[in-house]
């Protein structure tokens, strides 16, 4: 019965979310192109279904995946995992002593990525319209490949207090080296593929590492530095997917 | 219906298949790294069933509703030959849903105490409040303009990445000209703004133009509208932190 109650006020509060989106659609539809919706009664059905599962798939991330990975993130960049129990904490840290939370920062940045409904949707599209030559796996992956080594470094940052823009710049440059070498097709989707990464699942749980990372290093401070993560989220993508088009591209030529 | 509950099975394991992942990381570090007991099994179970299923009804409700409605909206648009019009739904679609998302509230708030904070405005409630609507606003608007130049973009036929090259120079730029403060919050602000509902509905509606135009590719001309939507944020809210 509780979460009966639970799952009606979640699609309640994921309607209310969803009612600008809706109601721009319907209206233009409507007021605009004036034309009946092909198969009106199948649309309806899947916007009913998105709604409830989106519902669904958020209460299951509150009460499951959430907490523990908040605690987590908690655990993992305090003093006393870090240093010890009667570990001293030292003037000067020393980054590498927070491996953990690299190693931590990289498998969670992966695996969020990987369960992304939007990323999912993005690579259904391109397989279908790529006439299969984009695979779905073979993009979520490099994705979520570049998630992974976008948060660990951005974790890398936290830790060492360096400025973020040396970092994002100097991805930016790769970027555009990469643009002119990549294969043509990939580029679009690849820049795409930079803001599709950073949402649903991936947002709370990185937010939560940056926070707590921020707070307990010494000498860091939580609103300057606890911000950036979802930066590196959206940028190392962008290099990996055309990493994956130029590999796939040259094993594709060197075997022909 | 037989073969309903098998298709629904099996898209339900695809599902159990894509939390796995997740499931892993945090199992390993629980156990192995931390070494501590999992906190309330019974829910984590219940939760993750609720994810599984979640995640399958979206991806059968993308596939219905949102990829076709997106699809036939630029088909009708592109008919109907109002680029004026089209222009208005699409700034539309990218202000309304940046407007109202949770994701982007969340990141103002936080940037108004970091101004409070940093002596930018005023440490009352009042200016903080003002400060963070005026952000959020400032992001929405920002969001609009995007995906209006992506549509022009495909309209035109411009070629993508001299523009995104044009945006991270300006990033560039304002980053040197920001304040220091607003920098790691305008970074991210690109991240946080294209949700889970936009994304297949503006994807739809960039491959759906490029296909019903001659001349178009819908694979280098459909995508890369959140590009332009992850993109542009970043300089509009450096912008307002010069500003306001």
Redesign the interface.
Known sequence: MEWLIRILQMIVDTSIDVLPIASIIFGFQFLVIRRPIPNLKRVMFGFVYVLVGLSLFLLGLEQALFPLGRLMADQLTNPTFIYGENGVIPDVINWADYYWVYIFAFAIGFSTTIAEPSLIAVAIKANEVSGGAIGVQGLRRSVALGVAVGIALGSYRIVTGLPIHYFIITGYIIVVIQTFYAPKMIVPLAYDSGGVTTSTVTVPLVAALGLGLAETVPGRNVLIDGFGLIAFASLFPIMSVMAYAQISDYIAKRSS | MRQAFIALFKSMLGSLR??L??I???G???AF??Q?P???FM???????????????????????????GE??AN??AR?GSVV?LLI?AF??GF??T?????LIAVAD?AS??AA??GMILNTPESMQSYSTGLRFTVAFSVGLAIVIGVLRILKGWS??YM??GG?IM??IM?ALAP??I???A??S????????????V??LG?GLASSIKGR???????????F??LTPMIFVMAYGMVV
């Open positions: 894509d939390l992942p997740i892993l990381v945090i390993f570090f629980q790294v931390l501590q999992i906190p309330g829910d984590i179970i219940i939760g993750t069933l609720f994810i599984v299923l979640g995640l399958t009804f979206f991806i059968y409700g993308l596939e219905m509703g949102l990829f076709p409605i036939s909206m009708a648009f109907k019009w739904f539309c679609l309304g849903t407007v109202a998302e949770p994701a936080e105490e970091v904070v940093g993508i990445q995104i090259m991270y990033v560039v980053t220091k403060e920098i790691g919050i970074y991210d690109g991240g946080v703004t294209t949700s889970t509902i936009t994304v297949p509905l994807t739809a491959v590719n819908p694979m280098t001309d459909g995508f890369g509208l959140i590009a939507a992850s």
